[in-house]
């Protein structure tokens, strides 16, 4: 399987993806630390996440995938929502709690 199927299957098959570096017990830096702690905030505990630090292919591939340049990356839903800056403003503006009410059916955190 190539990398962009595989990366597509894994934003398909799981509600919440979150690409980075590291995982959520352990992240590698800021920015996926920041990422991993706006999930937690809205009371989304447990997610899938591929640690991109273990696979160069997939490191590359999702920049690729989302043509967008850095890690993390979040998918609600098999969307692309954005990097930590966009999840840390939809945050703070209450935009992310609502997409993840109406893409999870959950109440915002």
């Known amino acids: 399987m190539d990398v962009q199927q595989l990366i597509k299957e894994q934003v398909s098959a799981h509600p919440v993806v979150l690409y980075m570096k590291g995982t959520p017990q352990f992240p590698q830096c800021g920015f996926s630390q920041l990422a991993t702690q706006v999930l937690h905030a809205c009371g989304v505990n447990e997610f899938f996440s591929v640690n991109v630090l273990e696979n160069p292919d997939i490191r590359q ?17 098999g969307e692309f929502v954005g990097g930590s800056d966009i999840v840390k403003e939809m945050y703070q503006s209450g935009e992310l709690q609502k997409l993840l009410a109406e893409k999870l059916g959950k109440q915002p955190a």
């Open 61 to 77: 591939g999702i920049k690729d995938f989302a043509n967008w340049p850095t890690i993390p990356q979040l998918y609600v839903a």
